[in-house]
């Protein structure tokens, strides 16, 4: 199966949201959906952190035993929130036999709930400057002491202690919370993380320290079992802005040297929106990839400013445009969801537009979101408005254009604020050719592209179904597509009988209300010849309802533009 995905493009799924459900089943979903999901052209699933977490309901990252994936009986529960150990060997089976690869989500960062309390010398310091004691070294008493004892040892006998740790954030005796620096002989805070708060090296719980030697060897044997016990293909990093980077360094330089596994990937979360900052650290820690946090940021800018956005600028300051190599570019994950602490979400009449962007543009590793193809859950049961629902079939047909159509050599049409466009020419296995056009205005949008000659006289549709009517390229290579008002196309060579539904939703009164506005206008200028008709097109505009309506458009620029360059 592998080989069959050998000349596709790669493309990262992200398995799951903040709300997924403690049923223990999703490693069941994961197994069941391997199939769909390779089917449109998926080639990387990230699943939640996989060990055992502080309570039954953990998502993952209040992690407390890295070797527990649910197979003991710690912390209340013997499945994670996700389900047992061999559940989830089943379902990386069942990917890698659809030819898709696996990623652990690896919380190194810190360890919570520990089993028993030790007392030692730490001293608090400042919340906003980590580098500042604010008073004087004392005792205090902390769950520091992992023994695990519903493990029993098995897989490892390491037992953690406060010498593992630079930090933690209760003093169970004074029941007093605060950030303690661990005192001793060689302990202190890494100096190679972010520098926001002075030191940014602690974030929460126990925060582990990766200058003890025990902790490096217990945690290179902890990552050379994830790949003899489940297969797996990489690591995503979180909180990487906390863990040192040379230990990062070190860890991934141990896994594909000593390992000897020259291609286990790694993408780290290092939320930081300056790209000067991004820039440092991938100096810092090489061969790994980071997520691009700041096109998040240009995409949420994109979808709260609507009209007054200038769409050429969509990738200014972006890891993606100044680090291609090294870019894993997403709309939305499991932090920036709304109600969890990084919320930024991006609003929902934008993400068709940013799927475009990061799905069918040559540079950057896309990854998708469980809670935005699948849905998001609710809060509670009692807060059903909190949910959120799922686009399957809008993000079903642009992982389809990725996976058939999306390759070859990229001409860019950067060249109005509210319509941008750009072509895929296709290469020696994908010869199809793809033209994608975006309006973030209140008026559709329409561009003249150049296709080229040899493609004369070939019908192209738009694979998003949004417009019905075909276009023709001429015989000089070029044609004119369009896109509606806060929406995007997907203009691909006509196949007959071919609807890219993979899976089916209705459309919404609005959608329906849009076409059947592009039908009329259709029938009425259907013997106009292109003069004529790109004098009145501009009678037709389908407004988009979601789309801000801004008071700072860009629209004064359409007034003195000619005809055939309107919304260009």
């Known amino acids: 199966m592998a080989n069959d995905k050998q000349h596709e493009n790669i493309t990262m799924f ?67 929130k996700y389900g047992t150990k061999d559940q989830l060997k089943e379902a990386i089976d069942e990917c890698h036999k659809h030819g898709i690869k696996v990623y652990f989500d690896a919380v190194l960062n810190h360890k919570a709930a520990g089993d028993e309390t030790e007392v030692f ?56 919370s605060a950030v ?14 972010d520098d926001e708060h002075g030191n940014f090296d602690y974030l929460m719980c126990n925060n582990i320290d990766y200058d003890h030697p025990d902790v490096v060897a217990e945690t290179e044997r902890w990552a050379q079992w994830c790949i003899d016990e489940f297969k797996i293909d990489g690591f995503r990093i979180d909180a990487m802005k906390h863990i040192s980077a040379g230990f990062i360094a070190h860890l991934l330089s141990y896994i594909r040297g000593q390992l000897n596994r020259p291609k286990f990937f790694c993408v780290g979360e290092y939320w930081k929106q300056d790209l000067n900052d991004v820039d440092i650290h991938l100096e810092n820690n090489g061969h790994i990839h980071l997520f691009d946090v700041p096109l998040h940021f240009n995409f ?14 969509i990738f200014d300051g972006t890891l993606v445009q100044s680090s291609p190599e090294a870019a894993v570019t997403f709309i939305d994950n499991h932090d920036t969801q709304p109600y969890q602490a990084l919320e930024s979400f991006v609003p929902a009449w934008f993400k068709p537009l940013a799927a475009a962007l990061i799905c069918l543009r040559f540079d950057g590793y896309p990854c998708l979101f469980y809670g935005d193809f699948y849905g998001i859950e609710p809060k509670s049961p009692s807060e059903p408005e909190t949910g959120f629902p799922g686009r399957k079939e809008m993000f079903s047909r642009m992982l389809l254009a990725r996976k058939l159509f999306a390759y070859g050599a990229q001409d860019d049409y950067f060249d109005h604020p509210n319509c941008i466009a750009w072509i895929r020419h296709g290469d020696e296995y994908h010869p199809g050719g793809l033209a994608v056009i975006m309006s973030n205005s209140n008026a559709k949008g329409h561009k003249r592209l150049n296709i080229g000659k040899h493609r004369a006289g070939e019908v192209w549709v738009d694979m998003m179904g949004y417009w019905k009517d075909p276009v023709v390229i001429k015989e000089d290579g070029s044609v004119k597509v369009y896109c509606h008002s806060g929406s995007v196309s997907l ?10 539904i993979i899976c089916e939703e209705s459309s919404s009164p609005e959608e329906a209300e849009r076409h059947g506005s592009e039908e009329q206008y259709v029938r009425d200028h259907a013997d106009d010849d292109d003069s004529e008709e790109e004098k009145k097109e501009e009678e037709f505009e389908a407004k988009h309802p979601d789309l801000p309506k801004s008071l700072d458009t860009w629209d004064h620029l359409l007034e003195d533009d000619d005809d055939d360059q309107a919304l260009r």
């Open 300 to 313: 949420k800018r994109a979808g709260e400013d609507g009209p007054s956005f200038d769409m050429r600028t």
């Open 180 to 193: 303690f620096k661990i005192k001793g002989a060689n302990k202190g805070f890494a100096q190679d993380v």
């Open 491 to 500: 203009w691909v060579p006509k196949e007959e009988g071919k609807s890219w």
């Open 121 to 176: 010398k730490a001293v608090a310091v400042a919340e906003d400057d980590r580098t500042q004691e604010i008073e004087d070294p004392h005792k205090i008493t902390a769950y520091t002491k992992f023994n695990f004892p519903g493990r029993k040892g098995k897989y490892s006998d390491f037992q953690w202690s406060h010498h593992h740790f630079s930090g933690t954030d209760w003093d169970a005796k004074e029941q007093r």
């Open 14 to 80: 992200q398995f799951f949201e903040w709300y997924t459900p403690t049923d223990h089943m999703h490693w069941i979903r994961l197994k069941e959906q391997a199939s769909l999901l390779s089917s449109l052209g998926l080639s990387a699933i990230w699943v939640p952190p996989p060990t055992k977490g502080s309570s039954p309901n953990d998502v993952g990252y209040g992690v407390y035993d890295l070797w527990d994936m649910g197979e003991f009986d710690q912390k209340g529960t013997v499945p994670t």
